[in-house]
């Protein structure tokens, strides 16, 4: 079975909940907001794409 690439954890005491990059780079990202809707999270993660592309050197 293939392991996905992405994937969304919670942490032990369920309080808080994460979107997780498990392949090379790997990253974890805290999210305010558990019911953040979907398509507007999508959308600001691609702005914030833009915006780490630009500054890069």
Same mark, same amino acid.
């Given at each position: 079975? !293939? ?10 005491? @369920? ?7 498990? !392949? ?7 999210? &305010? &907001?558990? *019911? ?6 999508? *959308?600001?993660?691609?702005? *914030? *794409?833009?915006?780490?592309? !630009?500054?890069? @050197?």
């Amino acid at each position: 079975m !293939k392991t996905s690439t992405y994937g969304l954890e919670t942490s032990p005491d @369920g309080q808080e909940l994460f979107l997780c990059r498990y !392949k090379k780079p790997g990253w974890r990202l805290r999210l &305010d &907001d558990a *019911a953040t809707d979907k398509t507007k999270l999508a *959308a600001t993660l691609r702005k *914030a *794409a833009e915006w780490l592309t !630009k500054r890069q @050197g």
